[in-house]
């Protein structure tokens, strides 16, 4: 079965500070994609990342860092320098054919 | 370009009313698909289309739902019989073609059963 835990339901920070959302995922396919989508309090869901099973290279993009390691089915995702703007809440999903296989979700509150 | 555009944005229904939902997918993408998100929760999986085809419709919850894309773009997702347990967020998202492609999603419909 595929499963996605997000074990952080609520993450507060202040502006500026670094903070970190994990993500453990359970899959028996080899083959299969990671992603991490942004739901601001307007609701829709916006796509920040995708990653493949064979691509564990780490990636960044500006303030955004994702860390996949399969050793651990973990591929969690940092913000630096965290801002105001960045309040929402986070999600992780799994995927090996068409569906997305979403976690719970991880609310970050960034005060000022 | 435009990206999915979903509505009502918000829909409120008495017990035992029929809905239905409209998605009009970014122009070009051939998958199509609909989830609905519980409040508190992540989005689940209801259904499914590749262009007019309903590949997957196992995350339908009852037979009450009912989804269709007759021409292959904009498709629709009713529930007739309304319950309350039915309110949640419904968002669709499309696929320009394969499960390598990334899902891009609508803002959703909320619905409210009362």
């Known amino acids: 079965a595929q499963k996605v835990t997000q074990a952080q339901t609520e993450i507060s920070v202040v502006e500026k500070e670094d903070v970190t959302l994990d993500c453990v995922y359970e899959?028996?396919?080899?083959?299969?994609?990671l992603f991490w989508y942004k739901q601001p309090p307007s609701g829709e869901l916006v796509f920040l990342i995708r990653r493949n099973s064979f691509d564990e290279q780490n990636e960044i993009s500006g303030r955004y860092s994702w860390n996949f390691q399969k050793s651990t089915s973990s591929f969690n995702f940092t913000i630096t320098a965290s801002q105001v703007v960045d309040s929402a809440v986070y999600f992780c999903a799994l995927s090996n054919t068409d569906k997305l296989i979403f976690g719970t979700g991880t609310r970050l509150q960034v005060f000022p | 370009g435009a990206g999915v555009s979903q509505s009502p944005r918000y829909k409120v229904a008495k017990r035992g009313q029929d809905v239905a939902l409209r998605c009009d997918p970014i122009s070009g993408h051939v998958s199509l698909f609909w989830y609905q998100q519980a409040l508190g929760q992540g989005p689940e999986f209801l259904t499914y289309?590749?262009?007019?085809?309903?590949?997957?419709k196992s995350g339908l919850p009852s037979d009450r739902f009912f989804a269709e894309r007759p021409e292959g773009s904009v498709s629709t997702l009713k529930i007739q019989r309304t319950q309350q347990e039915d309110s949640a967020v419904y968002l669709c998202?499309?696929?320009?073609?394969?499960?390598?492609?990334?899902?891009?999603f609508g803002p959703g419909t909320r619905l409210t059963v009362l």
């Open positions: 289309f590749q262009n007019e085809a309903q590949l997957d």
């Open positions: 899959t028996r396919d080899t083959t299969y994609y």
């Open positions: 998202a499309s696929r320009l073609a394969d499960y390598t492609d990334t899902q891009y």
